[in-house]
């Protein structure tokens, strides 16, 4: 018989009571945050004619600086929130987030502006999975389907909102107007968040593993560092083919640490689950065709058709429409997951297919309708991947599971642009290249939709527990030994 302190201490059962002053919150919270990954793209202009005189390679980490230490820091961050206060997390994001904010509004070059980048980015990285993982505590399991819907629109809507805001203020303000605002608003998503959300139960079987996350935060780093950075140096240069070497080797001494490890920031056999692994390829897949679109959508609206940067930020709308309305038709058909997974895949890269067709001549109104059925596919297949990653983990570890969707999500949209980019930059100009750059990803999204229905489990075999110990239970299905 084991020894208390052998004894696994049981989960607190969780408050299920979601008021709808929470969801918003959380939902605006994790929109916000998403929303200055793309805002910037559309200030590229101004910013290199700016007082600061950026030099081309310290434009582009004003631009990925915040999304590589977001996607970098994603799984530590979700891992913190479990252990030591979700609520407490968002407040500490919000109030880094501010202070990146802030610090990049006073900029007065290039290197101050890049760190108030990344310290926005690291405040990011605690808001977004904090915020899911509050949900899912609060929700009862009939309505956790219908939260994560909510939410996972919050998270497409927030790339949009980042596009039309970038837009509007590159046509209208200075660029600092767009760091400015993010201070005030992200003070009163504090304040909201004190007043609305409750505090959620602390997981003590969480552990933030030190080691751990240093080897798998700096291999994630670096991975992205070589997937962003790939286009513009070469993908055969010293610097990134040392990226992907460095990335390789850190996280092979991650899995070989958490494989040792008694309490591992995250074990690496919990991707032996079906489920997680074919949720996990569809999150970064739908993304990858998502943001491969995003890359190119602002330059062929504005360079193509010569729309003004914020009737661009307005011709863009056509996809919020399909994410808003479409996640509805996904709850009610949940208990299908893997044909709505499929059809809304497939429907990604269908709508890449059409949207490649475009050109100088095609009519405004044409190319929005790829636009809604790319939506549609995001809005249909999002939710369903959100459950399948966050309920393929356990109830102690839903930060922690966050965490990996967004990651997935995060290093998808980092290889569509990447991918996006390098076929635009073997063409003479975006009307030669746009169509082969979308056929490609569409036919790469195509090709992984169907890799993810085959792989995905809709059915979990019984389990019995054969071990278990203070930080980890494991189980094998019933029948073997």
């Not at 929130?81 to 501010?98: E, I, S, V």
């Not at 459950?387 to 995060?410: C, D, F, N």
């Amino acid at each position: 018989m084991p020894s208390p302190a052998q004894t696994p201490t049981p989960e607190p059962a969780p408050d299920r009571t979601l008021k709808r002053s929470t969801l918003l919150t959380l939902c605006a919270c994790v929109l916000v945050a998403q929303s200055m990954v793309a805002a910037i793209n559309l200030l590229i202009p101004q910013l290199s004619s700016s007082s600061l005189h950026p030099s081309h390679t310290e434009l582009l980490w004003m631009v990925d600086a915040y999304v590589i230490v977001f996607a970098g820091l994603l799984i530590p961050a979700g891992a913190l929130g479990d252990r030591h206060g979700r609520k407490g997390a968002l407040l500490a994001g919000l109030a880094l987030f501010a202070a990146g904010a802030a610090t990049s509004a006073l900029a007065q070059n290039p290197a101050t502006l890049i760190a108030g980048r990344g310290l926005s980015g690291a405040g990011a990285a605690l808001i977004t999975p904090a915020t899911m993982s509050i949900l899912v505590h609060l929700s009862a399991p009939e309505h956790r389907s219908r939260a994560l819907a909510s939410w996972t629109l919050a998270l497409g809507l927030g790339g949009l909102a980042g596009n039309l805001g970038g837009g509007l203020v590159g046509q209208f303000l200075s660029w600092r107007a767009l760091f400015g605002a993010m201070v005030p608003l992200a003070a009163l998503l504090a304040l909201a968040v004190t007043l609305t959300t409750p505090r959620t139960a602390r997981s003590a079987r969480s552990n933030l593993d030190p080691i751990g996350t240093t080897l798998l935060t700096t291999g994630l780093v670096a991975l992205l560092f070589g997937i962003i950075e790939g286009p513009a140096y070469g993908w055969t240069s010293p610097r990134i083919v040392t990226a992907f070497a460095a990335a390789a080797v850190l996280v092979a001494a991650f899995t070989r640490h958490a494989l040792r490890s008694p309490a591992p920031l995250l074990d690496p056999r919990v991707f032996a689950s079906p489920t997680l692994r074919a949720a996990t390829l569809g999150t970064a897949t739908g993304f990858f065709g998502l943001f491969s679109l995003f890359y190119v959508n602002s330059q062929y609206l504005q360079g193509i058709k010569g729309y003004g940067a914020a009737v661009t930020g307005v011709a863009i709308v056509p996809l919020t429409i399909g994410m808003a309305l479409v996640p509805k038709l996904a709850v009610r058909w949940s208990h299908r997951p893997r044909a709505v997974i499929g059809t809304g895949l497939a429907l990604i890269g269908l709508g890449l297919l059409g949207a490649s067709t475009a050109d100088a001549g095609t009519p405004y109104w044409t190319y929005a309708c790829w636009l809604l059925v790319i939506s549609a596919g995001t809005g249909l297949s999002m939710p369903a991947l959100t459950v399948g990653v966050v309920s393929s983990l356990p109830p102690h570890q839903t930060g922690l599971g966050s965490g990996l969707g967004t990651s997935a999500r995060e290093l998808g949209a980092a290889l569509g642009v990447a991918v996006t980019g390098t076929i635009l930059a073997a063409h003479p100009d975006l009307g030669h290249g746009m169509g082969p750059a979308l056929r490609t990803v569409a036919v790469v999204v195509l090709a992984a939709t169907a890799v993810v229905i085959v792989g995905y489990r809709t059915r979990t075999p019984a389990t019995r527990t054969i071990a278990s110990e203070e930080e980890r239970v494991l189980s094998r299905p019933a029948g073997q030994s």
